[in-house]
């Protein structure tokens, strides 16, 4: 370690240094698989160029059945997202605010939570069959634990003393949660938010993968359909770099909407991290 | 009330819930028989049958655990060791060196948000199916979590700690093993731990796609026979190896870093 | 032994930036206990970190023994002010003390014969095996201080140490620091913002300006020793002296002008 020189650049220097180094890093990694593809390095039977796969991407915009497989995901998405939301944060509030119940569901909790989620791809596939409702319901499954032991561990985190204060104003209990337990236990339930929707995009894209196209649309679908036909690896990487295109929108459409409704919470002003609980 | 009674109650209390829901379930399957729920008893049977029943040398397992279930765990483990060997002093040597990281961070966020499920097939064409191709489809899922943590972790030693070890000249070396490892370490199990639930969904997904034996074969196999009680057999089966494997991770953790938890009880 | 010299040092960019420390000459005797107070933000703490080879100056030189100082050299310790952070949490506090001495002693068992030795000075023998933060403040600091002696140092560098302790354990601190020098003879350089502290504990005491810090004054200490918090503190001597050194934080003149 050097010595520091104790004189410090200015923040927006830094910032733009970052950035430049960063897209240096990604021009770099970009060449580097080119020119490992092309010298034959890493035969292009087994891993296209780079140059192939982004064009393929590139051109994945125009493909009327990938958008149409785009759309299939988000939708699986918006509806899993939702309705793991509207469950898990009630039953969090209520589990977090009282102990006993907590108690109690303690061990069905442990017992269910452990069993990854795609295990339950062939028996879900085979009661509800194929479709929007086999894969929300697999979504909903595997998103509602971030979500729920989050709003139940930012709802034990509550000041008690707010709660207190405004018990001594004579609010009943139902306020006192509407007033005091959700906003400050909002982060924390963000936070869990943007884990259920990284969850629920693989879990989408898994499931379509497993079952392929008969069993409905999404981006799996498209990715089985594309191996289907005769092992077209740049397309596959191209379908999977836009997958990780879309995690990274809807995460980051998550981090801002977070920002707007929630200006007041260190944690964004910060860069804290919040745990999961266990 | 005594101490024994309140501990046992307390217990009860937990496990109350657990007994009557299987209880209810038991009662509604044996009456509804639907072929889409067998009773508890009938699964747990058949987990026997399937898998326990072997003979006492083998500690109990039947050829068909030797077969399927220790080949999906051997692949998990592999898996993990690899992305642990790799994602462990990797994660180090990006942590301490801005300049690295800072060259490498866009490419790691992108990798992290990439779904490694997508690209299974991709894992089939390269390594073919098999026990290779999986190994290498989970340690390549499971590095992110453990590389990011770990970077994060290295990352964010604290500053007075690093001066101290500068104050006193301690060498390289010594920072290494005495200061970053350590200081890294709750963040990294923070990673390993999501990394070894990972592993599981990951050595399902590719043996549902490409393998000819393991516990997902396996499911896949009882699916298109139908055979419901099979795949809930094994639906409960990794239930509890999910659950087995996290509290082991959990118990190492808790010895490794008992200091962690008695330092951060004082400033809580 | 220790030699400062024109030592300049500011924060910011490079237009008129925060100049922290202008043209500060300084020298420490060998076995000198030098303290230096001045009020927050004139640069104390960056002098001390400058001389440790924590930081580089703007401008300026150090010796230390007669060799330039670039990086942090030999024979040095340092006692830093937050003890719950430099105290390593996953290290025992022997281990803590020990972590020193690996280039010097390679052999565990005399590493921690060594340290043990060390937290017997501080009287800290019977929590050895113990992690840092099952001790009290002043514990820790004690540890602190065992960690700094225990590799023999020939200066000690000590950046408001007890200022995160309670008024009684701090002159049980001021105590054990004015014995350890008595016993070991090391050099001592001390900063503090407590007056009190600085007179009583002091063989020099240096006063620094707000920033930009300049040295305003370098007193010596004529105080009989041993020292004793009670009958040393009630000395007039003591009492005049510690006004002095008041007034001249403050920015006031001597005695008499306004």
């Known amino acids: 370690m050097s010595n520091e020189s104790g004189v410090p650049s200015r923040a927006r220097d830094v910032l733009a240094a970052t950035w430049a180094r960063g897209l240096v890093g990604v021009a770099a990694f970009l060449v580097l698989a080119e020119v490992l593809g092309r010298s034959g390095a890493i035969s292009q039977s087994v891993l296209p160029l780079a140059s192939t796969v982004l064009a393929r991407a590139v051109g994945l915009a125009g493909n009327p059945r990938f958008l149409g497989d785009l759309a299939a995901t988000i939708e699986a998405w918006a509806a899993g997202l939702a309705i793991t939301v509207a469950v898990a944060v009630p039953c969090g509030l209520v589990l977090g605010s009282m102990p006993g119940v907590r108690t109690a569901t303690h061990a069905v909790v442990e017992f269910l939570r452990p069993i990854p989620a795609v295990a339950l791809i062939p028996l879900v596939a085979l009661i509800l069959g194929p479709g929007l409702r086999m894969n929300v319901t697999l979504i909903v499954y595997a998103a509602i634990w971030p979500v729920l032991f989050n709003t139940i561990y930012g709802v034990g985190d509550v000041d008690p003393v707010a709660k207190e204060t405004l018990r001594a104003f004579g609010f009943g209990q139902l306020d006192v949660v509407r007033r005091v337990s959700l906003p400050a236990a909002a982060p924390f339930i963000l936070t869990g938010i943007q884990m259920a929707s990284s969850i629920a995009i693989i879990l989408n894209i898994g499931t379509g993968v497993v079952t392929g196209r008969i069993d409905g649309n999404g981006i799996g679908a498209f990715i089985a359909d594309a191996n289907a036909s005769g092992g077209n690896t740049a397309l596959v990487l191209a379908a999977a770099l836009w997958a990780g295109v879309l995690g990274l929108t809807v995460n980051g459409l998550l981090v801002w909407s977070g920002r707007r409704m929630l200006p007041w919470h260190r944690a964004y002003l910060g860069e804290q991290s919040l745990r999961e609980m266990r | ?268 | 032994m220790l030699e400062v010299t024109d030592l300049m040092h500011a924060y910011g960019g490079s237009d008129g930036a925060h100049v922290v420390l202008d043209g500060v000459s300084l020298q420490v005797a060998r076995g000198e206990l030098v303290v230096i107070v001045g009020p927050s933000g004139c640069g104390k703490s960056t002098l001390l970190r400058c001389i440790a080879g924590l930081q580089r100056p703007a401008r300026g030189t150090i010796t230390v023994n007669g060799t330039v100082v670039h990086e942090v050299p030999e024979g040095l310790a340092v006692v830093f002010q937050d003890y719950s952070r430099s105290l390593y949490p996953w290290l025992s506090v022997r281990d803590n003390v020990a972590l020193p001495l690996h280039k010097s002693q390679p052999r565990r068992a005399l590493r921690r014969e060594t340290a043990l030795r060390a937290l017997a000075a501080v009287g800290l023998a019977a929590v050895a095996h113990r992690y840092p933060w099952q001790l009290s403040g002043g514990m820790q600091q004690r540890a602190a201080i065992a960690r700094a002696i225990a590799c023999d140092p020939v200066l000690l560098l000590m950046d408001e140490p007890f200022g995160s302790v309670d008024a009684q354990t701090r002159e049980d601190l001021e105590d054990l620091v004015l014995g350890l020098r008595r016993d070991r003879g090391i050099t001592i350089l001390l900063v503090t913002h407590d007056i009190d502290e600085s007179v009583y504990t002091g063989d020099r005491v240096v006063v620094l300006t707000g920033a930009p810090g300049r040295i305003r004054a370098d007193l010596a200490v004529q105080l009989p020793e041993p020292r004793d918090q009670i009958t040393t503190r009630e000395l007039p001597a003591f009492v005049h002296l510690r006004a002095e050194i008041g007034r001249l934080v403050r920015g006031r003149q001597a005695a008499g002008a306004r």
């Open chain 2, 1 to 268: 009330m005594s101490r024994i009674a309140a501990t046992a109650l307390r217990l009860l209390g937990r496990w109350l819930v657990l007994a009557a829901g299987m209880g209810a379930w038991q009662a509604w399957a044996s009456w509804r028989q639907s072929p889409f729920f067998p009773p508890p008893s009938a699964i747990a049977a058949r987990m026997y049958h399937l898998w326990f029943s072997g003979p006492v040398s083998h500690l109990l397992l039947t050829p068909d655990a030797t077969g399927n279930v220790l080949p999906s765990l051997g692949r998990v483990g592999g898996g993990l060791a690899i992305a642990i060997a790799a994602g462990l002093p990797l994660g180090l040597t990006l942590g301490r060196s801005a300049a690295l990281s800072g060259y490498l961070d866009p490419i790691l966020h992108f990798g992290r948000s990439l779904p490694a499920v997508a690209l299974v097939t991709v894992f089939i064409v390269i390594f073919k199916i098999g026990t290779q191709m999986e190994v290498a489809f989970i340690a390549f899922g499971t590095i992110w979590p453990i590389l990011l943590n770990t970077i994060d972790g290295a990352r964010s030693v604290d500053r007075l700690q690093a001066e101290t070890a500068r104050a006193f000249r301690l060498s390289a070396g010594q920072r290494l093993t005495r200061l970053i490892v350590p200081a890294t370490l709750p963040k990294f199990f923070a990673g390993l731990r999501i990394s070894v639930s990972l592993s599981l969904v990951l050595m399902v997904i590719a043996e549902l796609t490409g393998s000819s034996n393991g516990i997902g074969y396996e499911m896949n196999a009882a699916s298109s026979g139908l055979d419901l009680t099979g795949l809930w057999a094994g639906i409960v089966l990794l239930g509890i190896l999910g659950y087995v494997l996290n509290a082991a991770v959990l118990g190492i953790e808790r010895h490794l870093l008992a200091w962690h938890r008695g330092a951060r009880m004082l400033t809580n």
